[in-house]
């Protein structure tokens, strides 16, 4: 198994370091579609998985989610954190037994998650609820430093609820001077290039697992795709996720670096528990 860039004590060290960088917005990938970001001394966490939930949940199955790489960081050890993301219903990215200790730890953190999953998401954590806030396609919402915008995704496909609100949405985070697309989890669809280009994004986090029906599972875009969408919404910087968690279900970096290389993409590849900084 993969050890993590940095982990445990070395990876809370960095965080404390970091902190002492003002004016600089820092990022870290945290595995899967886990990043924690950290401006002006408050930290957000987009769609953290920082558990062994689904190893245990399918250990005895046809689907066996088998961890590729280490866990960074104990979700009890994380404070400071001002709000969390969540962008859709599978446990990689609305995890209790990421979120539980997380609301423990950091009394008046807030929980975003689109509006259409809210009941859902008051069931799967029960008492231990943070102060909820819905988003859908095109809603904002700020908390402290940090403005979120809904763009729907379509994991596999674009789905909404009764009302019309998405279930799966991607995040256009503003912090500063700095503006940020994560993509949750999702496949192109055809009003994700035009939603995205009405932003100047300087980093876009963007899924590179692809999609095979074998694995039982909802699709991602694939490595070329990947590379199409940074490209055709004239992203700054890419840095690619959903790889190196389970072995049934990752993508090969290299082949991402080599084909955006080839068409001009200006890329950053992370490994889990490693820091990347933007100056101001």
């Known amino acids: 198994m993969k050890k993590p860039f940095l982990q445990g004590e ?9 902190a002492r960088e003002t004016g600089k917005l820092h990022i870290w990938w945290l595995g899967q579609s886990g990043f924690l970001l950290q401006w002006q001394g408050q930290r957000c966490l987009l769609d953290p998985y920082l558990s062994d939930a689904l190893t245990r949940k399918y250990a005895q199955t046809d689907r066996p989610h088998v961890r590729m790489t280490e866990r960074v960081i104990a979700p009890e050890r994380l404070t400071g954190i001002q709000v969390v ?3 859709h219903n599978h446990t990689d990215h609305l995890d209790p037994e990421t979120l539980a200790p997380l609301i423990e730890g950091n009394p008046g953190m807030v929980l975003i998650a689109p509006a259409a999953n809210l009941d859902f998401v008051r069931t799967r954590l029960g008492s231990r609820l943070p102060p909820l806030v819905g988003l859908d396609d095109n809603s904002r919402a700020q908390v402290g430093h940090f403005t979120f915008t809904g763009v729907p995704s379509a994991h596999d496909t674009l789905q909404t609820d009764e009302a019309g609100r998405h279930k799966f949405l991607g995040y256009v985070v503003e912090c500063g001077p700095w503006v940020l697309y994560h993509s949750g989890d999702t496949r192109w669809h055809d009003g994700l290039e035009p939603r995205l280009r009405r932003f100047r994004i300087d980093v876009g986090f963007l899924p590179i697992n692809g999609w095979a029906p074998e694995r039982g599972v909802a699709g991602n875009l694939s490595i070329a795709e990947a590379v ?26 290299g082949e991402f ?20 900084t933007l100056p101001s």
Do not use: I, K, W
């Not at 940074?230 to 992203?235: E, H, P």
């Not at 670096?257 to 990347?276: D, H, I, K, P, Y």
């Open 85 to 87: 993301t969540s962008s």
């Open 228 to 253: 199409s969408l940074g490209l055709a919404v004239n992203m700054g910087l890419v840095v690619p996720h959903h790889f190196d968690m389970f072995l049934f279900n990752t993508a090969d970096v």
């Open 257 to 276: 670096q080599s084909e955006a290389s080839r068409r001009g993409l200006r890329t950053r590849v992370l490994q889990n528990g490693e820091r990347m």
């Open 10 to 18: 070395a990876f809370l060290a960095d965080l404390e370091s970091a």
